[in-house]
């Protein structure tokens, strides 16, 4: 059988997980240990600006409306903050925004950070977040949201993709239709079965998950971060 642990530089394994495995991962959390999913979210958009901002000095972030796009806003946020030049091109009207990702937009245009719909909007940035689609992926990438994956990966800018390649299917690797190309990867939590195949540095964010989550899980876990939020990871 396939090893499909990851490790860190200092030796630490990290076992993969899938989609599916993933979500119970997440469903434990909200509804067992009272973690909700804007802190989840929270700490995956920090770690993700802290990455955005390593890379480059102006972004944009292209977000969906998921969890995935909800992390990207909250990253937006962040580097609003800090006076990190950055906007948001979404793969809908604001207005059509649901859950979470309505929740993170809802600040953003509070905040004063710019959100547009649609691939013309992606301005010249110096580093693209791909925020599109995370695990909840099916299929090959359709409609607006395919044209936005064709538009990142026009441009000179690197990408910086969030969980897992937009159009990469999070548990096999595969690539169903067009998929983002990107500089790096930040994936959240426990790194996804599909990143083994990755062809660019992955690095692992921690969103503040306890390991007695893990282990209720009978997922074997010793934690990566120790004096740290985030760490490079490379498959076993
Ligand atoms: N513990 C964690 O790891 C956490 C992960 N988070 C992030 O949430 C996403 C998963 O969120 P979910 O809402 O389930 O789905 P996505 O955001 O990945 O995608 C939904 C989004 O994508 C659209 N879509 C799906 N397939 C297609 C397609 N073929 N073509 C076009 N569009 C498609 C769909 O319509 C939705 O709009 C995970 O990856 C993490 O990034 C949480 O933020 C925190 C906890
Ligand atoms: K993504």
């Given at each position: 059988?396939?090893?499909?642990t990851f490790r860190t530089p200092?030796?630490?394994e990290v076992p993969s997980v ?145 969980d897992i390649p937009s159009g ?69």
């Amino acid at each position: 059988m396939t090893d499909m642990t990851f490790r860190t530089p200092d030796g630490i394994e990290v076992p993969s997980v899938t989609a599916d495995e993933m979500r119970e991962v997440d469903r434990l959390a909200t509804e067992e240990f009272g973690i909700d999913l804007p802190q989840m979210m929270e700490n995956a958009g920090r770690n993700l600006a802290w990455h955005a901002r390593e890379m480059g000095t102006a972004v944009t972030v292209v977000a969906g409306n998921g969890g995935n796009g909800g992390g990207g806003m909250a990253c937006a946020r962040h580097l609003h903050n800090r006076d990190v030049p950055v906007r948001v091109v979404l793969d809908r009207p604001p207005a059509d925004l649901e859950g979470a990702a309505a929740h993170q937009y809802a600040i953003l245009d509070q905040s004063g950070v710019p959100v547009d719909t649609g691939p013309t909007a992606l301005g010249e940035p110096s580093v693209l977040v791909d925020a599109l689609i995370g695990y909840g992926l099916t299929g090959a990438v359709r409609g607006p949201a395919a044209e936005l994956v064709e538009a990142m990966n026009d441009r000179a800018a690197p990408v910086l993709s969030l969980d897992i390649p937009s159009g990469r299917n999070a548990t096999t690797g595969e690539t169903p239709g067009e998929a983002v190309d990107p500089a790096r990867v930040l994936t959240l939590a426990l790194p996804k079965t599909g990143l083994r195949s990755a062809d660019c540095p992955v690095s692992l964010a921690d969103i503040s998950l306890p390991v007695a989550l893990y282990e209720r899980l009978g997922i074997d876990y010793e934690t990566p971060f120790k004096n740290r939020y985030w760490v490079k990871i490379n498959p076993k």
